[in-house]
């Protein structure tokens, strides 16, 4: 079984900064790509950015120059650094891992739980 925990919402004013954590843990053998999404409420969850085990990466426009994400491949942890918050990022964001392989050879895509990040205006 593998598992996905995400860390470090909060709540933060206009203009600042979060940094979030999501580490990978169980019967891992690999993982591909990484990212993460988001859900503002009547919304529909989308993309916000994501990485390759190589670590090429994609972000949504509407994030582009103010987040990055990076990963850890020895920990199996990626990470989304948010700077230059808007009260428009306001969402639960969550990890994603869509090709994990275990330690049985089997792929599956796994999600975390979320994370609530709200940005006060």
């Known amino acids: 079984q593998v598992q996905l925990v995400e860390s470090g919402g909060g709540l933060v004013q206009a203009g600042g900064s979060l940094r979030l954590s999501c580490a990978a843990s169980g019967s891992i053998f690999s993982i591909n790509a990484m990212g993460w999404y988001r859900q503002a409420p009547g919304k529909q969850r989308e993309l916000v950015a994501a990485i390759t085990s190589g670590s090429n990466t994609n972000y949504a426009d509407s994030v582009k120059g103010r987040f990055t994400i990076s990963r850890d491949n020895a920990k199996n942890t990626v990470y989304l650094q948010m700077n230059s918050l808007k009260p428009e990022d306001t969402a639960v964001y969550y990890c994603?891992?869509?090709?994990?392989?275990?330690?049985?050879?089997?792929?599956?895509?796994?999600w975390g739980q979320g994370t609530q990040v709200t940005v006060s205006s």
């Open positions: 994603n891992a869509p090709d994990v392989m275990d330690s049985y050879f089997l792929t599956r895509d796994y």
